[in-house]
T-cell receptor
Framework: DVKVTQSSRYLVKRTGEKVFLECVQD?????MFWYRQDPGLGLRLIYF???????EKGDIPEGYSVSREKKERFSLILESASTNQTSMYLC???????????FGPGTRLLVL | GEDVEQSLFLSVREGDSSVINCTYT??????LYWYKQEPGAGLQLLTY?????DMKQDQRLTVLLNKKDKHLSLRIADTQTGDSAIYFC?????????????FGTGTQLKVEL
């Protein structure tokens, strides 16, 4: 019953490293999202994509970029990781015009 | 812009009802959702309500929507220890092409024996 998977559950990186977080969905959804979750702040949208090669900035895109080369895959890139990017990263997907998102299990990233 | 607010904590006794509240600001909201997040896991959709409804019941869950006050609540009847989790409300608004969900801060529900 695989739906949305994320490449890593836990990741430890050093300041300045380039970090790739991968998300894959097998539901043929058009929309894909990257959120970060921090205590007391809930989920904040970083970027989303409503089609292949399309991307839209969310509420907190600074320090991040994304790539959507294939419909099923949405990558989040931290060009130069910083300690304030230590967080839980959640990927989600939804069909076009659909309702809620299906979420992946999350990647907990620690930047030292 | 959109803003969704929730209280951070709620503690109830097993068997009691839990009521988790949420307020939102975007009047163009179309759907409103409740998600559950268990420790170390992603978010699981519990239930949702369309903005032209005022109530939806699904087994132990009752969602109430007061559109005038932009207030949403989730009632869990006969709360069990397995209901301990973080609960997020989210709204889907027409802004952002209707594809964007805005989440609240989450309410940590603790169920005590």
């Amino acid at each position: 019953d695989v739906k949305v998977t994320q490449s890593s559950r836990y990741l430890v990186k050093r300041t300045g490293e380039k970090v790739f977080l991968e998300c894959v969905q097998d539901m043929d959804h058009e929309n894909m999202f990257w959120y970060r979750q921090d205590p007391g702040l809930g989920l904040r949208l970083i970027y989303f994509s409503y089609d292949v090669k399309m991307k839209e900035k969310g509420d907190i895109p600074e320090g991040y970029s994304v790539s959507r080369e294939k419909k099923e895959r949405f990558s989040l890139i931290l060009e130069s990781a910083s300690t304030n990017q230590t967080s839980m990263y959640l990927c989600a997907s939804s069909p076009r015009g659909g309702q809620a998102g299906d979420f992946g299990p999350g990647t907990r990233l620690l930047v030292l | 812009g959109e803003d969704v607010e929730q209280s951070l904590f709620l503690s109830v006794r097993e068997g009691d009802s839990s009521v988790i509240n949420c307020t939102y600001t975007d009047s163009s909201s179309t759907y409103l959702y409740w998600y559950k997040q268990e420790p170390g896991a992603g978010l699981q959709l519990l239930t949702y309500i369309f903005s032209n409804m005022d109530m939806k019941q699904d087994q132990r869950l009752t969602v109430l929507l007061n559109k005038k006050d932009k207030h949403l609540s989730l009632r869990i009847a006969d709360t069990q220890t397995g209901d301990s989790a973080i609960y997020f409300c989210a709204e889907r608004a027409l802004t952002g092409g209707g594809n964007k969900l805005t989440f609240g801060t989450g309410t940590q529900l603790k169920v005590e024996l």
